[in-house]
């Protein structure tokens, strides 16, 4: 049973550890060397299956993002507070549509079904909603203030 040379000092002391708990099992049915023998194959096998464990899991972890600057937090939330400020000026029966579908990302029809509104009004509300909020964007990049 091959152990990683990084993980030898480890598997021998769990070795001695495990004899040490166990050496009042040994019945004297084989030899002391086989019997040592059986321990440290079954710790080595422990320590490997437990490697390949941590390996798939650290594999399947997400990576974690970088770090935000500063100047991009502070972008994202005065971006989030004009898209607020936006939904706010929207008639409510279109904020309610734009929200669901923009926002949310429900289909059409759950919002239909949600609002109790026929689909082809949900549809209208949507494009009259979307047509306000590219205006407003293209005022924005403008420079021009929201409205």
């Known amino acids: 049973m091959e152990v990683q040379p990084a993980g ?4 021998l002391h769990d070795v001695f ?4 708990r166990r050496l009042d099992d040994y019945d004297g049915r084989s ?10 194959r079954r710790v080595a096998l422990h320590h490997r299956r437990r490697g390949a464990r941590r390996v798939r899991r650290e ?21 989030a507070q004009w898209v607020e400020d936006f939904v706010a000026t929207l008639p409510p ?36 909603a979307r047509r306000r909020f590219e205006s407003a964007v293209a005022q924005r990049a403008e420079g021009g203030a929201l409205g």
Do not use: I
């Open 17 to 20: 550890l495990v004899v040490h």
């Open 93 to 128: 029966d279109q904020r309610a549509v734009f929200v669901l579908c923009e926002v949310e990302g429900l289909p059409a029809p759950e919002v239909a079904a949600a609002t109790g509104a026929k689909l082809n009004t949900v549809y209208s509300r949507l494009r009259l």
């Open 59 to 79: 594999h399947h972890a997400p990576v974690p993002a970088a770090q935000a600057q500063p100047d991009d937090v502070l972008a994202r939330r005065e971006a």
């Open 31 to 40: 030899s002391m060397r086989s019997w040592l023998y059986g321990v440290a």
């Open 8 to 11: 030898l000092d480890d598997v």
